[in-house]
C-alpha cells in the first residue's frame, strides 16, 4: 500500500500559509503511517493471513483519516498477534472479515481514545518473550517521579513537533497513547503531552533517519 497522505489538506494548506511545522508535521505522520502500516501486514503474514485477506484489510484503511488509521494501528506488539489470531479464527468461521476488523478497532480507538504517541529514548529496548512464546511484553516503564503523581511516569508527545529532544536520544518508540476520559495516562493542559506509570510500544524507529526522511520530503514538496 503506497503512501496516500502525503498529498492530504495539511500538507496543501500548510504550504499555502507558509506554515513550515504543519507542513512537517504531516510528512512526518504520513512516514509513521507507512511504517506502521509495514509492520501491520508483517504480523497479519505471521497470523496466516492470506494475500487477499491482507489486502482487504489495507483497502478498509483508505477511507479513513489518518488519525482514525492511526488509531486502528495503535496496536501494542503484544496484542498485535492475540488480536489478529483471534481475527483469522473468526473470518475462518465466517463470523468475521478484515474489513470488520479495521471497522472494530477503528471503533475501539475512538471509544477509548487510542493513538500514537512518541517516547525518545537513548535506550535500545527489546521485546521480551517468554520460554514458551506465550506471553509478550514490550513497555516502558515509569523512571522519573512525577511531583503531579507521586509515582514513576514514563512520557510521550501526541505530535512530532512536541518530541522531547533535550535529552540526546536514537531511538523513538511509537508507544499507544490513550487520550479517553476513563484511562489511567494523564495528560498536560496543552494536550500536547500524556504520561503513565507504563507505556506499551508498538514500534521502534531510529529518529534521526525519520528526521532526514522528513526533510527530504519537505524540501521535494516545497521545491513543486
Do not use: C
Not at 518508540?173 to 507505556?199: C, M
Request: net charge negative; hydrophobic share 30%.
Amino acid at each position: 500500500m503506497e503512501s496516500m497522505h502525503f498529498s492530504s489538506e495539511n500538507i496543501k494548506n500548510g504550504l499555502e500559509t507558509g506554515k513550515e511545522r504543519e507542513v512537517r508535521e504531516a510528512i512526518f505522520s504520513s512516514l509513521i503511517i507507512d511504517q506502521l502500516l509495514t509492520t501491520t501486514e508483517k504480523s497479519l503474514e505471521d497470523a496466516d493471513y492470506e494475500d487477499d485477506e491482507i489486502e482487504e484489510f489495507k483497502e478498509a484503511l483508505v477511507g479513513l483519516s489518518s488519525e482514525e488509521i492511526k488509531g486502528v494501528l495503535s496496536l501494542p506488539y503484544e496484542l498485535r498477534g492475540v488480536v489478529f489470531n483471534m481475527y483469522k479464527k473468526r473470518i475462518e468461521k465466517g463470523d468475521s472479515t478484515p474489513s470488520r476488523m479495521v471497522k472494530d478497532l477503528n471503533t475501539l480507538a475512538e471509544e477509548h481514545g487510542f493513538t500514537i504517541g512518541y517516547h525518545i529514548s537513548n535506550i535500545d529496548l527489546e521485546p521480551q518473550v517468554s520460554t514458551d512464546a506465550k506471553k509478550k511484553e514490550w513497555n516502558i516503564k515509569g523512571y522519573e517521579l512525577d511531583d503531579r503523581d507521586g509515582v514513576p511516569m514514563a512520557y510521550y508527545s501526541l505530535d512530532y513537533g512536541n518530541v522531547y529532544r533535550q535529552k540526546s536520544g536514537k531511538y523513538l518508540y511509537l508507544v499507544r497513547a490513550e487520550t479517553g476520559e476513563r484511562t489511567s495516562h494523564k495528560r498536560d493542559l496543552s494536550n500536547n503531552w500524556g504520561r503513565s506509570t507504563q507505556l506499551s510500544i508498538i514500534e521502534k524507529i531510529n529518529i534521526h533517519e525519520f528526521d532526514e526522511k522528513t526533510e527530504r520530503a519537505y524540501k521535494e514538496i516545497s521545491e513543486k
